[in-house]
């Protein structure tokens, strides 16, 4: 997929007029890439729109107008955008309770090492790869990003709506899984077939 440039993110001011419909389409496209995974862990998938959309917000919050600062945050960002044969997502690992949160992120601690998070299509395990710097020994940070990298067989069986397709956590302190909708995986297919 291809990476955004400074070209892409809109002026603030044209970002403002335009921002409840670009908001609402995004929301539209996420309904189907934001899949929670038992009841503490949810991934969003992530593409070109999505990370776009979360530039111009960044762009809008922090009233940014100098262009470096601006191709700073697009940079940044296209570290998210999914290369060429993956699919890339942002872990969110969700805890309501305050008063739980650390106690829950260490009892999570290595799901960004090993093999504990994939995609399962049929027989095929795509464990993720994850962005390195978001945890240490002692402590695990509540957002991850990962990457699934998708070879060709296995995108063929994607297509193949008779073959299951479901997120798998095997972690010591936590397993989980949940089938992958079918509109999901049309839209990630989607994201695939823009290499």
Request: glycine share 6%; charged share 30%.
């Amino acid at each position: 997929m291809k990476p955004l440039t400074l070209k892409d993110v809109l002026p603030l001011e044209e970002y403002e007029r335009e921002r409840d419909t670009f908001r609402q389409r995004i929301i539209n496209l996420k309904q189907w890439r934001r899949i929670s995974v038992g009841d503490r862990i949810t991934l969003v998938f992530e593409n070109r729109d999505t990370v776009l959309f979360q530039i111009q917000e960044m762009v809008r919050a922090e009233r940014i107008l100098a262009p470096g600062r601006i191709r700073e945050e697009v940079e940044s960002y296209n570290e998210q955008i999914p290369g060429t044969g993956e699919l890339s997502a942002t872990l969110l690992i969700e805890v309501t309770d305050p008063a739980k949160v650390k106690e829950v992120l260490d009892g999570l601690k290595g799901i960004d090492r090993g093999a504990t998070v994939a995609l399962r299509v049929g027989t095929h395990f795509l464990y993720g790869a994850f962005e390195q710097g978001r945890s240490k020994e002692d402590k695990i940070s509540a957002v991850h990003y990962v990457r699934f990298r998708v070879p060709e067989p296995v995108k063929a069986e994607m297509r193949n709506l008779q073959i299951p397709m479901e997120i798998v956590i095997d972690h010591p302190n936590y397993q989980a899984s949940v089938k992958v909708p079918d509109a999901t995986r049309f839209s990630l297919l989607n994201d695939l077939s823009l290499d």
